[in-house]
DNA sequence: TCATTCAGTAAACAACCGTTCGCCGACTTT
DNA sequence: AAAGTCGGCGAACGGTTGTTTACTGAATGA
């Protein structure tokens, strides 16, 4: 019988999570398929046989990073789904959530940028898979709304598919600015409220123009 | 004096050419920060030292590539804005026109996928300030017609980076499908445009929206 | 208490890396 | 025809890579 917890167990994961850091301060700079498995436990100080005690091989470490930087986000977008306000104040929500979500995992959401279309076909579908969950979330989220009486499942799925690529683009563009720099700040911001609303408003009138 | 033709420069710009077709080959299954010099220059058939007569470096090599896939994009945009159709037809087109780019530089548009938030910094700075010379032009574009009546300048700007970005976004779903997978090329181009025929309408009711 | 499990180690392996060097030979200029 | 230019080559440089091996010693379970 195995425990789940004990000195041993712990200190295991200890090391694992040392190795999920030291990857990911290291991929800021780097692509993960350029990450030296050397570097990597020369980072953490351990000895190169030591990671293979916790990852087959460097795509899984990867994998394991994309569920680390993704998971908590469900929640949060759950969430924010739940206020259904319904008004323009959602969007203003929307764009606060995801500059602050980014600030506090810069790290983390660079990785997903940099490795959405990366080199490494495990990491890419693992992100492909999270970010077609986010989709479904906010399908879910949209269909309860009285905007989308009217509307097909299928046309849903693709406006909640552009509302999560509208997020990813927007993580992006803050990725893209210096943190201190709170003057692109606001106009990521401006920008990312504007787009929202004009995909909002076309929404709105979406059904009188099939007419 | 040097001139610009010539045997010996005809075979230098050959062999400069071979290197950019092998790297692009070899970067369909990684990343440029992990595309090894020697690994270049063995699937062109020339010696390693032989790369530094037409590169610094990798970088280098990246950066001539940006060049390589986005230049001929340029002329294509400016060609379907200059089509002031102004209805929903031209949102087929755009579509049907990024299908078709995708579906021939197929290398050279997953390279630009993958390497926009890559981690070599100069190919990155090299696709930024491209993007950002199409949403220049497709701005301009826009400003000619009448439907950006009332617009400001800064949010005319940002609608034409929303095209663009969304075309980009639409590129990396043909990516992502197989070649020859039409039911899926069929179902991108459909959310490609019910995306833009969104983004149109709220377009056109912003201003009303605004009073 | 004693046998077992197992995360981490040190060492060795062959293979590969980017870069520099001097040299050659075909093209180009005078 | 002679002198100069220069793209490509082969060889060597020190250093790094991923992976396997047999091992140690502390946490574990009987």
Redesign the pocket.
């Known amino acids: 019988?195995?425990?789940t917890s004990?000195?041993?167990?712990a200190?295991?994961q200890?090391?694992r999570q040392a190795l999920l850091d030291a990857g990911l301060r290291l991929l800021e700079h780097q692509n993960l398929s350029s990450l030296?498995?050397?570097?990597l436990t020369?980072a953490v100080?351990?000895?190169?046989?030591?990671f293979?005690?916790?990852f087959p091989?460097m795509a899984d470490l990867g994998v394991a990073l994309v569920g680390e930087s993704l998971g908590s986000l469900h929640a949060v977008i759950r969430a924010v789904m739940a206020e259904t306000t319904d008004s323009g104040d959602i969007i203003d929500r929307t764009v606060a959530v995801t500059e602050r979500y980014v600030a506090e995992h810069r790290p983390h959401i660079r990785f997903i940028a940099r490795e959405r279309y990366g080199g490494v076909r495990a990491v890419r579908e693992a992100i492909a898979a999270e970010l077609h969950r986010f989709a479904d979330e906010v399908a879910v989220g949209l269909a309860t709304q009285p905007a989308s009486a009217g509307w097909s499942p299928g046309d849903l799925r693709v406006l909640a598919e552009l509302y999560v690529d509208h997020m990813v683009m927007t993580a992006a563009a803050f990725l893209e600015a210096e943190p201190d720099d709170d003057a692109a700040r606001r106009r990521i911001t401006h920008a990312a409220r504007l787009r929202m609303r004009i995909i909002s408003i076309g929404r709105a009138h979406w059904l009188d123009e099939q007419g």
């Open positions: 019988m195995s425990h004990g000195v041993r167990q200190q295991k200890q090391t030296g498995l050397r570097e020369r100080g351990v000895s190169p046989a030591a293979y005690r916790h091989d």
